[in-house]
């Protein structure tokens, strides 16, 4: 393998590795991609098994994945174990970085919910005066966007809305259910906008790299893939200063191997490219690689009881169905203690309530939970987090993972504009749901720790200017020509929106740029 050298490496087989594959096999170009972890069977894997079949009966294992929230005994092995590749923070400030390494990624199971960046976050800094523009804007990605969403078969409705970017989209025709349309009604009055949601329908539920995107850049005889093998360190030549090799280790025989690329292309999702790059002690001229850690705000939000739907009267007309309350706050006037803004995501359900819900006990509680099942209706806020210097990343100095790479240390905290926001988005929930005649039975304020959306981003910045960030508008480094991130990490803002779309359009226009270059020997 030392003496092959590839044309382009490829680092990581997610969402937008595969975006990156696509592309430029496509284009003639060979890659090798390499991928930390094994390649799952999607249909076997997926046989459930019963509770008594596992040693915990279903609940998770001690100590494996204490910040994965979706985790349980069922889909344990989905998960990065935490106790072979640990992560450092303080205590009093957890994060929560939610990892999967099995072959295609995250991509293989996020809820595919699939939204534009509009202009009010690639903009941010012209509209309210905080933090910095990105350096493209709606304009420069919106080509690519359309791309994505006819690959991913993204189903939504036009709404017209600046702050809700309309798309390429396979069209929602299902009808409003009568609580859904009276919470519509309700955000009328209230002048907030409730609109159907957007997500990636993919090819039989899954809208995976490895079922979308994958199979046409295996397809050109381009694509080598490996998997099973942890990229340690990225190294150059000392006298062009470019990138032109990668060390890694076979995750199970631990055997040592390097591999020789005329580029490299990382897509390990935004935290592993990052500690790639910061163990390399490389492509960081402009000191900020590792901060501007941002997500979103998960977590506050209420519960509500549809009164007409209890007694057993829920019927399909009434109850079930989704609702997006995109941005609102910040776009035509200005909130009174925070800037930016949140989305609303909104659902409701015949299944029975969570007992939770209820401040009662024995038989009384076990009336209301007879009562009120199937009149649920819940909202949740996707807030957006500012990006701020002091929200970082670095390596730890004594922490090192199965294979003796060196750990990440998470060091972020929410401040007063995302609990603000907080308050604002549950206290207006709570007018709006009052407003549509539905009991509010709880209501939570507080936000879950940072990183619980799975939506990391914004530590390898792009923009303009060499000395503020990393990344050019390509996806490029400043510092080193021959070397692309093209995961999150290069965002400059999060906004309130799920980030995969942007990421994957973001990876499409990087990868179709290299390609550009390499022609015309460049790079
Ligand atoms: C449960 C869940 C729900 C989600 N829902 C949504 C949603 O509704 N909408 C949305 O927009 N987003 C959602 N997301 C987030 C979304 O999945 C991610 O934004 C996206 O998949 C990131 O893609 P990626 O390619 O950047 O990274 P990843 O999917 O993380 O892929 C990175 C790959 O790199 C490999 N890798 C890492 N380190 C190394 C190394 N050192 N050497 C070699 N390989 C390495 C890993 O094995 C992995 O396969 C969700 C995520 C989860 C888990």
Redesign the pocket.
């Known amino acids: 393998m030392a003496e092959e050298i590839v044309d382009v490496l490829i ?8 975006m990156a594959a696509k592309i430029l096999t496509e284009k003639g170009i060979s890659c090798l991609m ?4 094994p390649v799952a069977d999607v249909h076997k894997d997926t046989e459930p098994k019963p509770a008594y079949a596992l040693p915990f009966r279903g609940f998770s294992q001690p100590g494996r994945l204490p910040h994965v929230f ?1 985790s349980n005994e069922f889909n344990a092995n989905t998960w990065v174990d935490e106790r072979e590749v640990p992560y450092t923070y303080d205590p009093q400030h957890p994060y929560n970085w ?10 293989l ?7 534009r960046l509009s202009d009010y976050e690639f903009k941010g800094k012209s509209h309210d005066g905080f933090g910095d523009d990105w350096p493209i804007g709606l304009a420069d990605l919106a080509p690519y966007y359309s791309r994505v969403e006819s690959i991913f078969r993204v189903q939504g409705r036009a709404d017209g809305l600046p702050q809700y970017p309309d798309g390429n989209f396979v069209p929602d025709e299902s009808p409003w259910t009568g609580c859904m349309q009276r919470f519509m009604a309700a955000g009328k009055q209230m002048g907030i906008p409730v609109c159907k949601p957007r ?1 990636s329908l993919g090819v039989d539920g899954l809208a995976s ?1 490895v079922n979308l995107v994958l199979p046409d850049a295996f397809a050109t005889g381009k694509l080598k893939a490996i998997p099973n ?4 360190e990225l190294s150059v030549d000392k006298n062009t200063g470019s990138v032109n090799e990668a060390h ?1 280790v076979d995750r199970l025989s631990r055997r040592e191997m390097s591999v020789k690329a005329r580029v490299v292309v990382l ?4 935290l ?2 990052t ?2 790059l910061l163990n390399s002690k490389l492509a960081n001229s402009s000191g900020v690689m590792g901060h501007y850690l941002v997500d979103q705000v998960y977590g506050p939000g209420i519960v509500c009881s549809v009164p007409e739907a209890r007694d057993g009267k829920a019927t399909p007309e009434l109850i079930g169905g989704g609702a997006l309350v995109p941005r609102f706050r910040n776009i035509n006037s200005k909130a009174k203690n925070f800037i930016r803004g949140y989305a609303l995501n909104v659902h409701s359900s015949t299944r029975p309530m969570d007992p939770r819900n209820f401040a009662a006990y024995g038989e009384e509680l076990q009336n209301k939970l007879d009562s009120y099942s199937g009149s649920g209706f819940s909202t949740s806020i996707m807030g957006e987090v500012l990006s701020r210097y002091e929200n970082h990343v670095s390596i730890d100095p004594k922490v090192v993972d199965a294979w003796d ?1 060196p750990a990440l240390r998470i060091e972020t905290k929410y401040t007063d504009n995302e609990f603000n926001m907080a308050r604002d988005a549950v206290d207006t929930c709570i007018a709006l749901a009052e407003a549509a005649g539905f009991e509010v039975l709880s209501k939570n304020y507080d936000p879950n720790p940072p990183g619980y959306s ?2 990391e981003l914004g530590t390898c910045r792009m923009g303009n200017d060499p000395k503020t960030s990393v990344l050019n508008k390509w996806s490029q480094s400043h510092d080193i020509k021959n070397l692309f991130v ?3 990490a290069s965002f400059v803002s999060a906004g309130w ?5 942007t ?1 994957v359009a973001l ?1 499409m226009r990087a990868s179709e740029y290299l390609a550009e270059q390499m022609r015309q020997g460049n790079v």
């Open positions: 680092i990581g087989s997610g969402h937008s590795g595969g390499l991928n930390a972890g979706q939610v990892r999967v390494r099995l072959f295609g990624g995250r991509s199971f996020w809820s595919r919910q699939s939204f997500s790299s093998v942890v990229v340690r890694f897509a390990a999702g935004t592993e490219s500690r790639l790479i799975i939506h093209v995961d999150g929106q799920n980030p995969t779309m990421i990876a």
